[in-house]
């Protein structure tokens, strides 16, 4: 089967505004209201390939770079973010097979993916959380499993199950992994029982699984002894790209309902995109929506090229993404005003707070805020003391949009990331250069003073991370040393991503424009100074204007806009 992509995806599922669309917003409203998994959804995209773009070919997959990817996902996710869960849960297992399963092992979840199956994939424990090491369900040496794991994607219907199970005693080497297929587990050895229900993302499939006395069969372990833990944990970089994907989705509709509500409604004679405190609003809803757009298709673009800085990377590029989209979905409910809660009416009355509710899933269900935070604090020091460049042809290849990636090799992702960073190591020269690009134009006077003042902050971070880890420091300081170098990293990212690309169009605005770089920028430090966004005031105005202008040629808001379907477009 060939690719597909955002354009044929968008053909195929018609406009989500139509009521009548069973692909579209109100059908994922009923089946909101009525906690319903999208079985019909999820079956018409396997007919057109969907689940198989994060497969490798080797598995039968069209998968081919994570940047194109996280686009098909995105144009799925923003009519209804369960379609996710309903057919990408399987990601996780399927990169932990890739890490370190054996042939047969890939080949029989490669069958069973291929096929629209699902391969669940159990780590996490009720009494736990996201405190893995302590982790109780046991595999003994005799090959029986016991104990309980909770919140296990489509753990209901999935026709294997890769477990992570404890076989020591200490440390992350205590636990290893088994690839159980379930079709000839007697019920008394496994029980499986619906999770409890979630606010947001209602009807997918999550469960808990118990076993009792199950017996591992010969040739079920996954890997070494001791090594399920570290596989795991690699795993959930390519997880969290994915899991942006979501929230992108969620955003460009929260946005796009806010808009289509503002361009229409007058508070005298004035259009709220026109009047200053809704605009506000939505200027820096769009700018959040712009930076997000920025840490999620840059990290992308990453992994095939640095995959040994995602430890730390995925996971800053997630806090941002997750933080940007909690902000914009606000932004956009302030100027719904009423509508953003009413259940029944315009203006996508009760799908705004699907959004809402769904947001804040998405946000927690790879990892909580402060857990996604702490996993890669200890990390920021080594990437923010070095005083070595990166290689310049390796930036160039990840933020040049038309630039070839390499095949992306999950072998070498990492529990640590080794070397320098490769956005912010050296980047008071990137900074330099983009300064004296912007020299001549004086309306980009704003932006180039903005790039000055990332500069700054970045050369800070080292003296910030060295303080604290100092005798008596803040407990917290290293956390928010963490939380500050994730806004500042994608900060970065943007003054990367324009510069290699300022003779193309991004985000539908003129190429070389500046613009949508300032609104970023504004945006991404007050977040990393801990400010009000809105305090930046005109400097992300730009990125209204570009949400607008891509709003009205039906475009997705995102770097290169991908045409959406809309009755518009059947009618002309």
């Known amino acids: 089967m060939s690719r597909l992509t955002p354009e044929e995806l968008e053909t195929l599922l018609g406009d989500p505004a139509d009521d009548a669309n069973p692909y579209g917003f109100a059908a994922a409203v009923g089946r909101d209201e009525r906690e319903e998994f999208p079985a ?77 199956g699902a391969v669940g994939f159990a780590l996490t424990e009720a009494e736990h959380g996201s405190d893995l090491l302590a982790n109780q369900v046991r595999l003994s040496p005799d090959g029986l499993l016991d104990g309980e794991k909770w919140m296990v994607g489509l753990g209901m219907r999935c026709e294997a199950l890769y477990v992570i199970a404890r076989t020591g005693e200490r440390g992350p080497g205590a636990f290893s992994a088994v690839l159980l297929d379930l079709g000839d587990v ?3 050895q496994l029980e499986r029982i619906p999770a409890a229900r979630t606010n947001g993302m209602r009807g997918i499939d999550l469960a808990r699984l118990r076993f009792t006395g199950l017996k591992v069969p010969d040739g079920a372990r996954v890997g070494k002894e001791g090594e399920g833990l570290e596989a795991a944990v690699k795993a959930q970089q390519a997880v969290r790209l994915m899991s942006m ?26 259009v709220l995109t026109a009047s200053p405190w809704p605009r506000r609003e939505l200027s820096v809803a769009a700018a959040a929506l712009l930076a997000a757009d920025v840490a999620s298709l840059t990290a992308a673009r990453g992994v095939h090229v640095v995959p040994e800085a995602f430890s730390v990377w995925a996971l800053s590029a997630k806090h941002v993404v997750a933080e940007a989209s909690d902000e914009l979905i606000r932004r956009a409910g302030a100027v719904l005003a009423t509508r953003s809660v009413l ?13 809402q509710r769904d947001s804040a899933v998405v946000r927690v269900i790879d990892a909580s805020t402060l857990a996604n935070l702490r996993s890669y604090a200890g990390q920021v020091p080594t990437l923010t003391e070095g005083a070595a460049s990166p290689d310049p042809a390796a930036v160039a290849t990840v933020f040049t949009l038309d630039a070839d990636l390499p095949p992306y090799e999950p072998a070498r992702l990492d529990m640590f990331a080794r070397g320098v960073d490769p956005v912010l190591a050296g980047f008071p020269d990137a900074a330099a250069a983009v300064s004296g690009a912007l020299a001549g134009d004086e309306g980009a006077a704003p932006v180039a003073a903005l790039v000055a003042q990332l500069s700054e902050a970045v050369t800070g971070l080292g003296e910030l991370t060295r303080a604290a880890r100092l005798p008596g420091a803040d407990p917290n300081a290293l956390v928010d040393a963490a939380e500050r170098y994730a806004w500042l990293h994608t900060a970065g990212c943007a003054v990367h991503l324009w510069w290699a690309n300022r003779d193309r169009s991004l985000y539908g605005t003129e190429p070389g424009s500046a613009g949508w770089l300032g609104a970023v920028l504004g945006y991404l430090l007050a977040r ?29 808001f995102c770097a290169l806009p991908v045409r959406l379907a809309t009755t518009r477009q059947e009618e002309s």
Request: hydrophobic share 45%; with cysteine.
């Open 40 to 116: 019909e959804f999820c079956a018409e995209l396997a007919r057109a390939g969907f689940h198989l773009n994060y497969l490798p070919k080797e598995w039968g997959g069209t998968f081919e770079s994570f940047d194109r990817s996280l686009t098909l996902v995105r144009s799925a996710a923003r009519r209804d973010v369960n379609i996710m869960p309903g057919t990408m849960f399987s990601i996780i297992a399927a990169t932990c097979l890739q890490l370190h399963g054996t042939v047969e092992q890939q080949l029989r979840a490669a069958e069973i993916l291929r096929g629209g």
């Open 528 to 556: 990393a100074d801990g400010t009000d966004p809105r305090l930046k005031g005109a400097v992300l105005a730009p990125a209204l204007d570009a949400v607008l202008a891509l709003r009205e040629s039906d475009r997705l």
């Open 186 to 188: 007697p019920g008394d």
């Open 245 to 270: 994907a979501g929230s992108l989705g969620i955003a460009d509709t929260a946005v796009r309902l806010a808009l289509d509500f503002a361009a229409e409604h007058k508070v005298g004679r004035t």
């Open 343 to 355: 259940r029944e009416g315009e203006h996508g009355a009760g799908l705004f707070q699907k959004l």
